[in-house]
């Protein structure tokens, strides 16, 4: 008599209840068994909730520790009538502080409240391991026992090759949503506003380190992909060799008459039993270990040039520790940043091999939303088409991605210069000690693999992020914190590469509005199209480097017909379809 009732009086509405899984589970048990069973009921469940939202520190998450917490009178608890009031009154305390951090449906409190997280609360107990047979149980003891007591270091279980017996092995690998984990990391910093201001589908997309556009942005489409974007190896050197983790070569031009090549290599540490590697050069062979590199001469150099200045020369090189091989190309080259003092300010230039250059060139942006579509033709086809154009610099932009091997490549050998940012675009990044700690590794990591590549001049912090600190703020703090992070990596790994902090940037310790004035600095003007001028508003700012403009173009007609009907009148710019294709509010009005 209850039950039908009772589902009657609550309709449509969401259920909220403290431990809601429990109650559910009753409810439904008892719906099916009257027949009138119909699906899941919308439920929040304040223990989850508040486990996740508000957990750090905490050791019980029941309804007496929520009320404590929230400063809420129980009386009576475990009667009905009481428990049921004090959960709504903590839940209105939720909800109150959601909204002022930005949730405002159902849909976006469930990013909270993620299951698969839920373990991270859990008291550690003992579990049961199912093995195929006796042999199987036996291996996985000895493995998770070995893992944890002789081959534990510096706090990471490792598992050693000769303990893997031959056969099949599986490696699991857990995806998780990138909206529910941006929306969890925010929420360690609640009274932080780190929301991006780009034109994204995800508001925290800055916690998570991922390709910021890839919720969209005023370009393109929202489709935050998730996987494994290219091969995954098992790499086990031979003989006690070290593990080979990164290689790189360094050119140095002495005279007209010669220069001298430096090879690197960097393993996992110098602990191993063979720790001496073998380095080729332009034929040529030595010893190399990582701390001591491999020197090779050579008499009358051909230098490395950028597209129409000369040919772009490169010379192989390989590494080779116990099996374990890097390889790249390396051109004879110098680079220098030109900044000099003049009546309107200061200059902003490149020299390449002792000769000025002017940069011709274009922004970078992943060349598809699907990765599994940039392949190493469409990649090397887009540059050769920079190349045709006269372009002589890419610069890959703060919002996509640090790109493949083969894009870098392409670039050595068609001669683009490649003004690299650090993946950080539009927004407000933390300054929290693990966030530190993580974009410390990921710039390291980045720095050392892409410096093999001659065509790399430039280092940058990231893409317009001093815009939200040019006004002193707490903000700034936390920006100067990572911001400095980020030159450490490029200072420390690639001391002879040119670092720049941000773009634009009047410079180092300038927090000027760069894109009006232009007197230093590289500038971004968009005052065409964004601002609504004309093409005549070009001639109305020069700045010293421009180093992103443009203008909205649609895609070619072959491009058009793949999603569009000129029958149904898809090809009017006001369509259902093409607005669905225009992600910049209000594009078609500039």
């Not at 009320?67 to 109150?96: E, G, S």
């Not at 964004?530 to 093409?535: K, P």
Request: net charge positive; charged share 25%; with cysteine.
């Amino acid at each position: 008599v209850v039950l039908p009732k009772f589902k009657e009086f609550i309709k449509d509405s969401i259920l909220v209840a403290h431990n809601a899984s429990l109650d559910n589970s009753h409810i439904y048990a008892n719906l099916k068994k009257l027949g009138i069973y119909d699906g899941p009921i919308p439920t929040i469940d304040t223990l989850q909730l508040f486990r996740l939202r508000y957990g750090k520190g905490l050791r019980k998450f029941g309804l007496d520790a929520m009320v404590k917490f929230f400063d809420i009178v129980l009386v009576q608890h475990h009667r009905a009538v009481h428990d049921a009031k004090a959960t709504a009154l903590c839940f209105v305390a939720m909800i109150n502080d959601l909204l002022d951090h930005g949730f405002t449906n159902y849909n976006q409190i469930h990013t909270i409240i993620d299951e698969n997280e839920a373990y991270k609360f859990g008291r550690p107990s003992h579990i049961t391991l199912l093995c195929l047979n006796e042999v199987g149980k036996k291996n996985i003891y000895q493995i998770i026992s070995d893992s944890h007591t002789v081959h534990f270091y510096n706090k990471d279980a490792r598992i050693i090759k000769e303990k893997l017996k031959e056969g099949k092995n599986a490696i699991e690998v857990r995806i998780k949503a990138p909206r529910r984990v941006a929306s969890e990391l925010w929420l360690r910093t609640p009274d932080y506003d780190v929301r991006s201001w780009a034109v994204t589908t995800c508001r925290a997309i800055n916690a998570l380190r991922k390709t910021q556009c890839c919720f969209g942005w005023d370009w393109g489409v929202s489709l935050p992909v998730s996987g494994i974007y290219g091969n995954v190896r098992l790499v086990a050197p031979e003989n006690g060799a070290p593990l080979l983790k990164y290689a790189w070569a360094e050119a140095e031009i002495k005279d007209d008459k010669s220069a001298e090549i430096r090879v690197y290599a960097l393993t996992n540490g110098k602990k191993a039993k063979n720790n001496i590697g073998t380095c080729e050069f332009n034929g040529e062979k030595k010893e190399i270990s990582s701390s001591k590199p491999a020197i090779f001469k050579v008499e009358n150099p051909e230098l490395w040039w950028p597209n129409g200045m000369g040919n772009q020369k490169l010379y192989p090189w390989s590494v080779d520790f116990g099996g374990v091989k890097i390889s790249g190309r390396v051109g004879i080259r110098k680079f220098e940043l030109v900044r000099e003092k003049d009546g309107k300010g200061e200059s902003f230039g490149f020299r390449v091999n002792g000769k000025d250059i002017f940069s011709l060139g274009a922004d970078w942006i992943p060349c598809d939303a699907f990765p599994s579509r940039r392949t190493p033709e469409r990649i090397r086809s887009l540059l050769k088409s920079a190349a045709d154009a006269n372009m002589n610099t890419i610069r890959v932009w703060g919002g996509g991605e640090y790109e493949n091997d083969a894009f870098y490549e392409a670039c050595d050998e068609l001669g683009l210069l490649i003004w690299q940012d650090f993946m950080f675009a539009c927004a407000r990044y933390p300054a929290r000690k693990d966030f530190l700690d993580e974009i410390a590794a990921e710039a390291k990591h980045q720095v050392l693999r892409l410096k093999k590549y001659t065509s790399i001049f430039l280092w940058c912090g990231d893409n317009e992020c001093i815009a939200a600190v040019r006004e002193p703020c707490k903000y700034r703090d936390d920006w100067i914190a990572w911001n400095a992070v980020l030159a450490n990596a490029v200072k420390e790994n690639a001391p002879n590469t040119i670092w720049w902090p941000s773009s634009p940037c009047a410079g180092p310790g300038d927090f000027t509005y760069n894109e009006l004035t232009g007197e230093s600095g590289d500038s971004h003007y968009w005052g065409v199209w964004h601002g609504a001028r004309d093409l005549s508003g070009y001639y109305q700012l020069r700045p010293r480097f421009c180093s992103e403009f443009g203008f909205q173009s649609f895609p070619s007609l072959p491009t058009v017909r793949q999603f569009a009907d000129e029958k149904r009148g898809d090809f009017d710019v006001n369509s259902r379809v093409m607005l669905a294709h225009q992600k910049n509010n209000g594009g078609n009005d500039m």
